[in-house]
Nanobody, 123 residues
Framework: VQLQASGGGLVQAGASLRLSCAAA????????MGWFRQAPGKEREFVAR????????GYADSVKGRFTISRDNAKNTVYLQMNSLKSEDTAVYYC?????????????????WGQGTQVTVSS
């Protein structure tokens, strides 16, 4: 599966953004999906994940209550709605796919990566 992320940008603290990740070359509904991020000088970290059906989700504690992951299997797209953005959310955001029930939360275990999209939150 090939993944294409979009939707990043520069926003002020407290604003919202929605990231999208479109999948090609594969049956999208066969893949669990997730979002990770990597800030400058830091390791890539888990942000959110959603099961193949969309019924199960999981979030990092740092984004719980502010970010929402969803997917539209008819559009082969997974979304990350980010509200109440903080400066510490500044990072390159990557979408990920895996064939398990949920994507692993450890980046080294992820099978498929999309390219990143930059999110910058100014305070």
């Amino acid at each position: 599966v090939q993944l294409q992320a979009s939707g990043g940008g520069l926003v002020q603290a407290g604003a919202s953004l929605r990231l999208s990740c479109a999948a090609a070359e594969g049956t999208f509904s066969n893949y669990a999906m997730g979002w990770f991020r990597q800030a400058p000088g830091k390791e890539r970290e888990f942000v959110a994940r959603v099961s193949r059906s969309g019924q199960s989700t999981g979030y990092a504690d740092s984004v719980k209550g502010r970010f929402t992951i969803s997917r539209d299997n008819a559009k082969n797209t997974v979304y990350l709605q980010m509200n109440s953005l903080k400066s510490e959310d500044t990072a390159v955001y990557y979408c990920a796919a895996d064939t398990g029930i949920l994507v692993p939360t450890t980046p080294r275990d992820i099978r498929y990566w999309g390219q990143g999209t930059q999110v910058t939150v100014s305070s």
